[in-house]
Structures are given as structure tokens and as C-alpha cells.
């Protein structure tokens, strides 16, 4: 006989055991093992920011703006490049857990090598290390476009449809809290020399990331994935570029979410410029890309809140208009930076932090509930595919400020993101009705 919980009403004890009952056997392992492996993720993440910590290092070690627009070019391109490859290879495979926990091994022992390469040349052999990072990264954001499909598709079949909001707002709340301190702690390895010396206190930064990477991949190798039901709907690579294509002209809703995502990209592309133009144009001093860190972190931990309200309470899209208004609000921040000062660039790393919290959170929950499971896998590709040309942004960027003020980016930027919440206004959400949803 169940035991009623005091002072709860046997109705909603009762409602509360259906649901759990009716959940999968391995729900509660594959919450834990997802949640240790999202939590850690980014806070590995925050200590290879490309928003910060990784132009401030290349910063160091040549005064080009080009090597930062390349390096973002690398993450852009490796993460859209293999995506439609990726989701045609594993349409119909039942397991896809241990491609993923190959993909970390490589990204953590990368930022391992990177630590060590920095601690035994940076000083001496700049140019050498320069190289070598951009190389690792490179190959590091390529593995991680075919993981952004593969981690989708396995969350998807680990995480019911009920519970996905839960996990997704746990996970980066968790997370983004400890990137706060992860803030604080670049801050303190870089705010005085003579504590941790150039170029330790980089390889120090770079060795706690692949530390936290390596216990991101203990939380992956504790999920159980299910097996997939779905068998193959495409014969060839070529099948799954034709139906990727008809896709995109038979959904105006999904044309709509992608030109959103691509507007939105104008600004995040722009944004490992944001620490040069503190840096140079404002004047701040190298302490503070930090604390620009821990702000960021704490706008993607506080805002996370309001977007999972936003989301469980009026749907996906309106997490989506937030995420713009943030965005627009980040650029006009950084304006105004150049008239009243330093403190305004606190507010703008804070809704960038806010932007890209609400970026994940918002379309890696509308995709999903926008396709269906046949199809799952290609929107996901998709959407970052059709955005590819937008990778080029950041060395166009790179090379533009050598001889404009990066003021003029900022200004782009507003532009861009105010089309952004025109867009997202006109945006269905699949939840509240059938023309949201993709049709085949």
C-alpha cells in the first residue's frame, strides 16, 4: 500500500507516481549523467571562452585582429561543415553514445596539449603556439559539429518530451553559476603577473578547461541511450541535401527561425571583438576580461531563469523575442560604452551571456518540437547549415577594424538585432499550433 505524503493531497501524490512510473527506467541516470556532462561542459567552456579569455590570449601573442576573425571562422565552419554529413550517417545507426564519448576524449586532450604548448613556448615561440591553437581549435570545433547533431539525437531518445525543459534549465543554470566563478578565478590568474607569470597563467587557464572537459565525459559515460525506433528514410547523402532543400521552401516558419538565428549571429559573431574594443578603445586593463567573463556567465545563469519561465509558461518563441531584445540591448550597451566609459560594457557582456543562454534554450527546444522524429536530425543540421556563409563574418570583421573604428561593427550589430525581434514577432510556435511544425 503507497503511503500518502502528509498535508499533500492523495490526488496529486497519486498524478506525481503516475508520471513518474510512466517515465523511462534509466530517466534518473540519464538526468544525472546529462546534467554532470552539460554542467561541466560549460564551465570548461567558460574558461576557453572565445568571447574573452581566447582573444585576450591572442592578444598576447600578436597584435592582429585577423587571427581572432579566423579563429571564430574556424568554429563557425567546423561547427555547420559536417552537420548534413553527420545527421545522414547516423539516420539509422540504434546507438550514437560512443561517437560522442570520442569526440570529448579528442576535445579534452586538445586543450591539455594547448596548456603544455604554452607553458613551454609562448614566450619564446609565439608564432609557433599561435598556430598550434588555431589548428586545435579548428579541429576542435569540427568535432564539434558532428557532436551537435550526435548530442541532439541521443538527449532527444534519453530525456522524454515533459522533461527536456526541466533538464535544459537545470543544466545551464548549474552551470552557468559555476561559470560565474569561473569568471572570478581568470580574474584572479590574471590580474596580478607577478602572482602566476606570462604564459603560465594561460596554460593554467587551459589545463583547468580540459580538467573539467574530462568530467564532462564521465557524465556522458554514465547515460544509458535507448536504442533509436526509426529506420532510414533517405538512401544517399544526395536524397538528404534535396529533402533538406524542399524542407526549407515548404515551411515559411522554419525560414523564419532561420533568418532569426542568422540575424542573431551578426552580433555573437561580432562579439571576441568586444574585449579588443574594452581593451583599446575604452582603455580597460587586463583584469577585467575576467570580470567581463563573470558577467557574461552571470547574465546566461540569471536570464536562464526567466527564459525557462518564458518557455514553459508562453512557449519557445517567446524565449526567442527575449533572446533579440537581449541582444540589441548588448550592442546599444557597448555604444554607449564610448560615451559614459568603462561600466555600460558590464551590461553588454551580461546580455551577451543572456543572448546565448536564451539562443540555447530557445531554438535547441523549438527545433525539436518543430520536427518530427524522422526528421529531427535533419532540422538540426539544417539550421546550421543554411547558415554557414555567416562564418566568414568574423574574419571579414578581423580585417575591416585594421582600418574602421569597431564602433561601426557595434552599430551593424544594433541594426541586425533589431531585425532580429522584427522577425521573431512574426515567428509560429509549433506548440500552440500545426503551422508551426515542419511538413515533408
Known amino acids: 500500500m503507497r503511503r500518502r505524503r502528509a498535508g499533500v493531497p492523495s490526488a496529486i501524490v497519486d498524478t506525481v507516481q503516475r508520471d513518474d512510473e510512466a517515465l523511462p527506467a534509466d530517466y534518473r541516470r540519464n538526468f544525472t549523467g546529462g546534467l ?9 567552456e567558460a574558461f576557453s571562452n572565445i568571447n574573452t579569455v581566447l582573444p585576450s590570449f591572442v592578444a598576447s601573442l600578436t597584435g592582429s585582429t585577423v587571427v581572432i576573425g579566423l579563429m571564430v571562422v574556424a568554429q563557425e565552419v567546423g561547427h555547420v561543415l559536417p552537420q548534413m554529413f553527420t545527421a545522414y550517417r547516423v539516420e539509422d545507426r540504434p546507438f550514437e553514445k560512443p561517437i560522442l564519448m570520442w569526440i570529448i576524449t579528442m576535445r579534452w586532450v ?16 609565439p608564432d609557433l603556439v599561435l598556430i ?4 586545435l581549435f579548428a579541429a576542435f570545433s569540427l568535432a564539434g559539429g558532428v557532436g551537435s547533431v550526435v548530442y541532439a539525437d541521443v538527449f532527444a531518445k534519453a530525456i522524454p518530451t515533459q522533461k527536456r525543459g526541466r533538464f535544459i534549465g537545470w ?7 559555476l561559470a560565474i ?7 584572479w590568474i590574471l590580474s596580478d603577473p607577478d602572482r602566476i607569470r606570462y604564459p603560465m ?42 529533402r533538406a532543400v524542399h ?17 542573431t549571429s551578426v552580433l555573437l559573431m561580432s ?14 586593463n587586463q583584469a577585467a576580461v575576467g570580470l567581463y567573463l563573470a558577467a557574461q556567465m552571470t547574465g546566461a545563469a540569471l536570464s536562464n531563469l526567466l527564459w525557462g519561465w518564458l518557455g514553459d509558461r508562453f512557449g519557445n518563441r517567446a524565449v526567442i523575442i527575449g533572446t533579440s531584445i537581449a541582444g540589441l540591448g548588448a550592442a546599444l550597451a557597448a555604444l554607449a560604452a564610448l560615451v559614459v566609459g568603462p561600466m555600460p560594457l558590464y551590461v553588454t557582456f551580461f546580455l551577451v551571456g543572456a543572448t546565448m543562454s536564451g539562443l540555447r534554450l530557445g531554438y535547441a527546444n523549438i527545433i525539436l518540437e518543430m520536427a518530427p522524429d524522422h526528421l529531427r536530425a535533419t532540422c538540426v543540421a539544417l539550421l546550421g547549415t543554411l547558415l554557414a556563409p555567416l562564418a566568414l563574418l568574423p574574419l571579414v570583421i578581423g580585417i575591416v577594424v585594421t582600418w574602421i573604428p569597431l564602433a561601426v561593427v557595434l552599430v551593424v550589430d544594433a541594426v541586425a538585432m533589431a531585425g532580429a525581434v522584427l522577425t521573431s514577432i512574426l515567428l509560429r510556435d509549433p506548440r500552440h499550433g500545426a503551422d508551426g511544425v515542419c511538413i515533408t
Do not use: C
Not at 182 to 187: E, T
Open 271 to 284: 562579439a571576441p571583438f568586444f574585449v579588443l574594443f574594452a581593451l583599446n578603445d575604452v582603455g580597460v
Open 201 to 242: 597563467n594561460y596554460a593554467l587557464i587551459f589545463f583547468l578547461a580540459a580538467v573539467f572537459l574530462l568530467v564532462a565525459f564521465v557524465g556522458i559515460a554514465i547515460v544509458r541511450e535507448p536504442p533509436a525506433t526509426h529506420e532510414r528514410q533517405i538512401e544517399s547523402l544526395g536524397e538528404s541535401i534535396r
Open 171 to 177: 543544466k545551464q543554470l548549474v552551470g552557468y553559476t
Open 181 to 187: 566563478g569561473a569568471g572570478w578565478v581568470v580574474a
Open 132 to 135: 598550434l591553437l588555431v589548428g
Open 247 to 263: 524542407l526549407t521552401r515548404a515551411n515559411k516558419n522554419f525560414r523564419l527561425l532561420l533568418t532569426t538565428r542568422g540575424l
Open 36 to 44: 554532470i556532462h552539460g554542467v561541466f561542459f560549460q564551465l570548461s
Open 110 to 125: 586538445s586543450w591539455g596539449l594547448l596548456a603544455v604548448v604554452t607553458a613551454m613556448f609562448a614566450l619564446n615561440q
